[in-house]
């Protein structure tokens, strides 16, 4: 089972993949979950700008959490600094209340004060699902694995979230709750708490690889 690569599927996993990655976490912090993948996998993926944006996104959302707040300053500001494009576009996206769209263009609902990438989150989100459901279940899901997922604040969390167990990863930083259908397992909903934001997901794929 540990030789099978979390997000492609392919067996030959050589190294192992951090879930939050790394950059999500002060120095020093090491807390996360590893799960198997090819080196030229992971690679890429930590190559990848859905990240970075995503880690910048998240802290500068998180008014309210000291960690966010200073990783926001340190991290994420270097970064915005560092790169225009991103930071013209984080911008511009910092706005009003907008309505929310999965990528196939249903209505999840709106959100306060931002707009953001999609794609990237899309990207990210599908990456954090993966390798949680690969830690839990041992199965990887598929690339086309149908995903809507909507961004929102802890205090506008609903009420039955709170019936889930949470699972912690850092508290301040990562926990998040699921829950996988015992008739069909491949539907599953899980809520990802990063700093002091809760991002709603539910993914469904029919076509799994399972070692
Ligand atoms: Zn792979």
Redesign the pocket.
Known sequence: MEDF??????S??NTKEDIPPLSFFPKGFRKTIKVP??Y???KKWSDSKAIEYCRNLLTGLSHSNSIAQRLFMTKSRRSILRNYPLRKKMISELRKEIDIYSPRGIYLGSTPGVQYDAKLMDEFIKHIVKGLYYHHRGIVLSAQANINWKLQPFYRCPEWINRLPTIVIDNNIFRYRYAILSSNPIRSMWILGFYDLYIGTVIAATDTHSP
Do not use: D, E, I, S
């Open positions: 690569c979390y997000f492609c599927g392919h030959g996993a993948a090819h030229r996998c992971n």
